[in-house]
């Protein structure tokens, strides 16, 4: 029987949790960092919607590199590319040069992201790459959940300088892991680019659904700390993230037996309902237990649609083009976590972030009725065509 959790697979997996981890343990750091050098109010949020901006302009770009030149070497070279922003926040602490640094980030993060589940891919057995990269993109929601309670117990024991020297070790033990894990790829004859080619455009509807439902999350990891702040809550916010992983490692084991039995619509619209009662529920927020209870669920939720979505796309992709359509459909982390982080850098001057996180709990409606309407008997054409 053909195996998934192969070496290099196995490799991979340990890579990516470590490279996400570290890049959302920055997020909650970031903020409070802006703040401690004299950045208030909207400027935080155009550092941290800065990398959003090149990561969404790039993708198209890294789409084209991974599908046109060795995987394996763009990653690596990227990956080292990627350690570098960590040193610059300390070397360069003043808010121009944390946009620039961010935009740089962007760029850089816009081919690591897409490199990681298409390599993954690349190294399963044709007949488990739908279930692999289902169980592959749990990395990114474990990276989501646990870097943020990363950053925030490495601030809270450091200065923020030594938080980002911590984090570039982390990246460079990424690097170090990837270069155990050797990918041979027979060479392959370079297309020209053309900017309409790099949008692979059977994933776009995937990505423009999953667009709205990660605008809460944006929300929820680039406000957390200073909302628990402004609240009192403080000393929760480390255990917050704690519940934001269990939750979704329960639902990843709770739920795995369904997604393989093909069981995604009841899943999306569980998980769906039960994320936009939570983020309602922060506008009467006050208590550590609901603040617990709201990672708890989250976790749930994402953990679900986030690997769910990642399947989805890969699953019915042919490998040639696998890097061209996990850049697209990566757009959908990059510009929903962007306006999440935006509209609450707003939000936070005039409504408050407590009716501000509700208000974002709209997007998953919105989310829900493109899912329905459209994207559910979407999939199951394009699966279907598949068999």
Request: with cysteine.
């Amino acid at each position: 029987m053909e195996k998934i959790w192969n070496r290099k697979f196995i490799l991979l997996f340990i890579t990516n949790l470590l490279m996400m981890a570290t890049f959302y343990a920055s997020v909650p750091i970031l903020p409070i960092y802006c703040q401690q050098i004299g950045i208030t109010g909207a400027k935080i949020g155009i550092v941290l919607t800065a990398m959003s901006v090149t990561t969404v302009l790039f993708r198209p770009f890294a789409g084209y590199i991974l599908d046109n030149f060795n995987r394996y070497h763009v990653y690596m070279l990227f990956l080292a590319l990627f350690c570098l922003p960590f040193i610059g926040f300390v070397l360069f602490p003043f808010y121009a040069a944390l946009v620039v640094i961010r935009l740089y980030m962007g760029v850089v993060y816009s081919v690591c992201g897409s490199a990681t589940t298409t390599l993954a891919g690349d190294v399963l057995p044709p007949s488990k790459v739908g279930q692999g990269v289902n169980r592959f993109a749990l990395t990114i929601s474990l990276g989501m959940a646990a870097g943020p309670f990363i950053g925030i117990q490495v601030q809270n024991h450091m200065s923020s300088k030594t938080s980002f020297i911590v984090l570039f070790a982390l990246t460079a033990l990424a690097l170090v892991c990837v270069s155990f894990c050797r990918i041979e790829y027979q060479k392959v004859e370079r297309k020209k680019f053309v900017l309409a080619d790099a949008f692979y455009k059977p994933a776009l509807p995937f990505m423009f659904n999953m667009m709205f439902i990660m605008i809460p999350f944006g929300a929820v990891i680039a406000y957390s700390s200073i909302f628990a702040q402004e609240k009192g809550l403080s000393a929760v916010i480390p255990y917050f993230y704690i519940f934001l992983v269990a939750g979704m490692l329960l639902s990843k084991f709770s739920t795995q037996k369904m997604i393989d039995a093909g069981k995604h619509k009841v899943l999306v619209v569980v998980s769906l309902v039960v994320l936009l009662v939570t983020m309602g529920s922060y506008f009467f927020m006050g208590t550590s237990v609901h603040l617990l209870l709201a990672g708890f669920l989250l976790g749930l939720g994402y953990g679900i649609l986030q690997p769910l979505f990642q399947s989805f796309v890969t699953g019915t992709t042919p490998a040639p083009k696998r890097g061209t359509a996990n850049a697209t459909y990566l757009l959908s982390y990059d510009i929903g976590i962007g306006i999440g982080s935006f509209v609450m850098g707003m939000f936070q001057e005039s409504i408050g972030l407590a009716t501000g996180f509700a208000v974002t709990a709209a997007a998953y409606l919105i989310g829900g009725i493109i899912y329905a309407v459209y994207v559910d008997r979407y999939y199951s054409k394009l699966a279907g065509q598949q068999q």
